[in-house]
């Protein structure tokens, strides 16, 4: 079972993570951020990695410890269950059309943690999340699951099309980089022997 659970506790937050990437993409997640929410359920669904997430989190300073956190924790769980990493794709790449929108995502499960990001938007917030969180989201998410990872949102307009674009086409990404792959006998997918450094 390529399962792992994560509790992360700080003076911010309190967090509570159990991830399955062999799932079916069953979800529950409350982070307090309604918006959020929605954004790692797609993540969930589309990636078929279960996803059970619990955060109780600051909110009444602000949205920063809260989504730092949740992608931290994520990421620390993705982490845990990969293992050695042993077998595994290790790169994947997808491009979602949202409408009008077209996302695009390529990773490499390296364990070199890099965040290429090329999205912006017209509004501030969507529901009540601040958008300039989706980039932190994403770079604490790298940074904890070792993830190499490029981010561009090709074009689109509507603000929610193209941060749901980039959601999903990361979900199908990390759906094939963390799939076994039979040929390779359970090899690690490096020369070196090993992932990282």
Excluded: C
Excluded at 47 to 58: N, Q
Excluded at 112 to 138: I, K
Excluded at 165 to 182: E, L, N
């Amino acid at each position: 079972m390529r399962s792992a659970s994560i509790t992360r506790t700080t003076a911010e937050t309190a967090i509570a993570v159990t991830v399955d990437l062999d799932g079916t993409g069953i979800y529950e997640v409350s982070t307090g951020i309604g918006f959020l929410d929605h954004m790692i359920e797609q993540f969930s669904r589309h990636s078929l990695i279960d996803v059970a997430l619990r955060v109780r989190g600051d909110l009444h300073v602000d949205q920063h410890h809260t989504a730092e956190d949740s992608a931290i924790a994520l990421g620390q769980a993705i982490t845990q269950a990969l293992g050695d990493k042993a077998g595994i794709a290790r790169y994947g790449e997808a491009h979602v059309p949202m409408d009008e929108a077209l996302a695009r995502v390529a990773l490499d499960i390296s364990g070199r943690p890099v965040l290429v990001w090329q999205a912006a938007f017209s509004q501030p917030r969507l529901g009540e999340m601040d958008t300039e969180l989706f980039e932190h989201w994403f770079q604490s998410l790298a940074q904890a699951a070792g993830i190499t990872l490029h981010i561009a949102n090709l074009y689109g307009s509507n603000n929610h099309h193209v941060i749901e674009g980039i959601f999903k086409a990361f979900a199908r990404a990390m759906r094939a980089a963390v799939a076994v792959d039979p040929r390779k006998g359970g090899a690690v997918p490096s020369t070196k022997g090993q992932l990282g450094g």
